[in-house]
């Protein structure tokens, strides 16, 4: 079984030290995304008492009846992947692997772009760097949500793929009751089939650390708080932030109460009044917030990558970490090419599957 994993200070620094005399010397600099070259990972095994993996068929007669085949005893994980966080979704791969103690049990579904050559180019890449692994990607066409994209903070939140949880439950197969869904900046130091068995109750739709502590005012703009009506939206809740970036959905739940149709209204009524002003996070905090079922806070160890205006370095928040997430401006990958990481990168570089010239093979 893996261990969790505790840093101190002063290895954190000697680590960081040591990966930013290597980058220094070694400057990889910008390269063009579809250049990238990635080495390819180790098997990983299941441990003994792992169960059986049984597959079964489902028959989706919605639109093409095609037959998919879902498992049993499975733990679905759900990414968005695209060229440009390619190399930041490998390293998150790497690492549910790494430290699940059934990885062969683990499934990732990958929604992409629609775009063939990019889905071919996606599914190369990555059977090259995991030829075991159990995975599908999904084709997202942008142009239904491209029109219901308000500008936010930060350009980058406002790509559609940013948006693609919105319809996980309706992209993948209907036989799959229940997912994790994980962002590409992160990675894992714990066994995320722990992180798939948090209980959801008899309602939730959504499991996620909450952060009460956050000023949850700030999220919306005054034009919403001073709106009698919608100022009500949260009344008999008790609204907490929480970071989409890792949470776990009962997609059967969301179907049957068609949540991606409650997050789209919310979408379109930003397009006519500004009630919010970051990126994908609002309508879902307009639906689920106060909602939700609790996951442990080192499930989600966010932030790491700065805020979204400067992108400053920051600290582990205190207590255990199963989960560190660069949520945020900085990616660890872009400041260790730059020769300026934060001192947590350190941790993010071991999970680096990037190949190139300067990198000598143990």
């Known amino acids: 079984m893996p261990k969790l994993v505790s840093f101190n200070s002063s290895s954190l620094l000697l680590i960081s030290l ?3 005399i290597s980058f220094s010397a070694h400057n990889i600099g910008a390269i063009n ?3 990238f070259h990635f080495k390819e990972a180790p098997k990983f095994y299941n441990s003994p008492t792992c169960p059986s993996l049984h597959d079964y068929y489902y028959n989706s007669s919605t639109d093409t009846n095609i037959t998919q085949i ?3 005893n499975a733990v679905n994980v759900a990414m968005t992947l695209d060229a440009a966080y390619l190399r930041g979704s490998m390293a998150a791969i790497l690492s549910v692997l790494q430290h699940s103690s059934c990885p062969e049990n683990v499934i990732f579904h990958f929604v992409a772009s629609s775009s063939s050559a990019n889905i071919d180019y996606l599914n190369l890449k990555l059977a ?14 942008d142009s239904p949500v491209a029109g219901l994209i308000s500008t936010s903070i930060r350009a980058a939140l406002d790509c559609p793929l940013n948006y693609a949880r919105n319809y996980l439950p309706h992209l993948l197969p209907q036989c799959i009751q229940k997912v994790v869904y994980l962002d590409s900046d992160l990675v894992l130091v714990d066994d995320i089939t722990k992180l798939a068995a948090t209980p959801l109750g008899e309602e939730s739709v959504l499991a996620a650390p909450e952060y009460c502590n956050a000023n949850f005012t700030t999220y919306f703009t005054p034009t919403f708080w001073s709106n009698p009506s919608l100022s009500l939206t949260f009344v008999n809740r008790k609204p907490c932030y929480f970071n989409t970036g890792v949470m776990v959905i009962d997609l059967e739940r969301w179907r049957d109460g068609d949540y991606t149709t409650k997050i789209v209204e919310w979408m379109e009524l930003q397009k006519r009044m500004r009630i919010y002003e970051l990126g994908s996070l609002p309508p879902f905090l307009l639906v689920f ?3 939700i079922a609790p996951v442990d806070h080192k499930w989600n160890q966010h932030g790491l990558g700065g805020d979204n205006f400067q992108g400053l370095c920051r600290d582990l928040h205190p207590g255990p970490v199963s989960l560190l997430h660069w949520s945020g401006k900085g990616k660890p990958w872009v400041r260790l090419d730059a020769s300026r990481p934060c001192p947590l990168d350190a941790l993010w570089a071991p999970y680096d599957l990037l190949q190139t010239p300067y990198v000598l093979e143990s």
């Open 33 to 35: 995304t579809k250049n």
């Open 18 to 20: 040591l990966w930013t």
């Open 128 to 141: 090259t760097s995991f030829p075991y692994l159990h995975f599908t990607i999904y084709p997202f066409r």
């Open 70 to 72: 879902c498992f049993q």
């Open 289 to 291: 917030a106060g909602n």
